[in-house]
């Protein structure tokens, strides 16, 4: 594993969500317009929730996305790839909050320093898991580190964030104080709209090893819902994720 994070730590240095019959007819009229609405395609009083569930997968062409209640939602795990071409660079909303998130650790004490590993293009991400593939085999890099264009990194959404001994943030050989600024990270990622990706208990859900340094960018309502059910993204957005097809 530290030959893992001596290589990102080189790629750091370079790219440094009435009566009791009244009250029964009107949740049946209630559920009759609901059903009546979905089944006219239009978004009337359907919950977010029933909403995703009712949502599609869509092949953009270059990526693959669902339409959240307000807006796209990329999905990207190890079965929904991204082309070489997407390249849609650094998200400015996510690289604000971010910030935000990381101010606010540093104001109580915790050990986030203010370098990230953030946005990877194809290449980028290609050389890394090369590396990982030469040094661990691909069995072992596939459990945490994603083939190129499988990387969440490439939405331009993610952040791994870096303690102020230059490792990523509570992973294995980090001290304590590492450590503590995780179970933080876990507590309040969701009131900046992020969610921390990778939990050791979604490890079948997303396919890759628990990082707790992982967090993507999802906006302050998905992130509140993941947060509070405990859910993987995939199963939020009712998506297949788990290992590679092949």
Not at 95 to 100: A, H, I, L, T
Not at 134 to 148: L, V, Y
Not at 163 to 182: M, R
Request: proline share 2%.
């Amino acid at each position: 594993m530290k030959t893992r994070y001596l290589i990102l730590s080189g790629l750091l240095a370079l790219t440094l969500a009435a009566c009791s019959q009244e009250k029964t007819a009107t949740t049946e009229a209630k559920s009759s317009t609901e059903q009546k609405t979905v089944e006219e395609g239009t978004a009337g009083s359907m919950s977010q929730e029933a909403s995703q569930k009712k949502a599609e997968v869509v092949n953009k062409g270059d990526h693959y996305s669902i339409q959240g209640k307000y807006d796209e939602i990329v999905v990207a795990n190890k079965h929904y790839p991204m082309s070489k071409d997407y390249n849609p660079g650094e998200n400015p909303t996510a690289r604000q909050k971010v910030n935000k998130l990381i101010s606010d650790a540093q104001a109580l004490g915790l050990n986030v320093s203010n370098q990230v590993s953030g946005f990877r293009a194809y290449d980028t991400q290609a050389g890394l898991y090369n590396n990982y593939v030469a040094s661990h085999g691909k069995q072992e890099a596939d459990r945490f580190s994603a083939r190129p264009g499988f990387s969440e990194h490439q939405t331009g959404l993610v952040f791994d964030l870096i303690d102020n001994q230059g490792q990523l943030l509570g992973a294995e050989g980090t001290n304590e104080s590492s450590k503590k600024a995780t179970t933080w990270l876990d507590k309040n990622a969701h009131k900046y709209g992020f969610i921390v990706r990778y939990k050791p208990e979604f490890v079948d859900k997303t396919g890759y090893m628990e990082e707790s340094w992982h967090i993507r960018y999802a906006g302050e309502d998905v992130a509140k819902t993941i947060y509070e059910k405990n859910i993987s993204l995939e199963e939020y957005l009712n998506a297949p994720g788990g290992d590679y097809a092949n």
